[in-house]
């Protein structure tokens, strides 16, 4: 099954203890990408990948890090987590050509900051 | 700073009406359009994607694309109960970064 998987589903930790995100497609996607979604914000990027070893900072970077090593694979970490990214995060993939095509999304993980 | 606006309703509709979304955005190097449905507490999925001016159609959805007014609207005939969820509408432009952005959503409820 084509799928985007995210681990953990859930997460609450405390804050400045780092944490890793996982995210993996099994659709050989070239674009990999992170968003978090927070109530009346919408979806916001925070780093996109379009191939192994190239990424690139969203609209919202700061307090993360990203690494694409392997083409199935996109975690995203955070060094020092702090209460404000306390969020819905999503990881996402697809395969553009020419222009930015449908993405599909992981189940999300729910981060809680305390 | 490259937006998408979205009018966050509740939209609200009784069944079988037809349900109108709509959405702008600034970004006149934007190239493809989306829409993305969301139930409570679970991912998007495509609802609906165009890339040219007009019209496009499948099933009870019909997407409208407008690049000279910057205008992206989604229509849903026959609502159904179903459909209630939040309608996230998203841009994808290659200038400045191979990018997405998305709206903020708008909620639908269609009443039985």
């Known amino acids: 099954e084509a799928q985007v998987t995210q681990n953990p589903r859930y997460l609450i930790t405390v804050t400045g203890k780092k944490l890793t995100v996982t995210c993996s497609q099994n659709?050989?996607?070239?674009?990999m990408s992170w968003y978090r979604q927070d109530p009346g914000l919408g979806l916001r990027q925070i780093y996109y990948?379009?191939?192994?070893?190239?990424?690139d900072k969203g609209d919202v970077p700061e307090g993360y890090k990203v690494s694409r090593k392997e083409k199935r694979n996109f975690p995203l970490i955070l060094e020092s987590p702090s209460p404000n990214q306390t969020s819905l995060y999503f990881c996402?993939?697809?395969?553009?050509?020419?222009?930015?095509?449908?993405?599909?999304f992981g189940p999300g993980t729910r981060l809680t900051v305390l | 700073q490259k937006e998408v606006e979205q009018n966050s309703g509740p939209l609200s509709v009784p069944e079988g009406a037809i349900a109108s979304l709509n959405c702008t955005y600034s970004?006149?190097?934007?190239?493809?359009f989306f829409w993305y449905r969301q139930y409570s507490g679970k991912s998007p999925e495509l609802i609906m994607s165009?890339?040219?001016?007009g019209d496009k159609e499948d099933g009870r959805f019909t997407a409208q694309l407008n690049k000279a007014s910057q205008y992206v609207s989604l229509l849903i005939r026959d609502s159904q109960p179903s459909d209630s969820a939040t309608y996230l509408c998203?841009?994808?432009?290659?200038?400045?970064?191979?990018?997405?952005?998305f709206g903020a959503g708008t909620r639908l409820f269609v009443k039985a």
């Open positions: 990948s379009m191939n192994v070893e190239v990424t």
């Open positions: 996402a993939s697809s395969s553009p050509g020419s222009v930015p095509d449908t993405q599909y």
């Open positions: 165009i890339y040219s001016n």
């Open positions: 659709m050989n996607h070239e674009y």
């Open positions: 970004d006149r190097g934007s190239q493809s």
């Open positions: 998203a841009v994808g432009a290659n200038t400045g970064g191979f990018k997405t952005i």
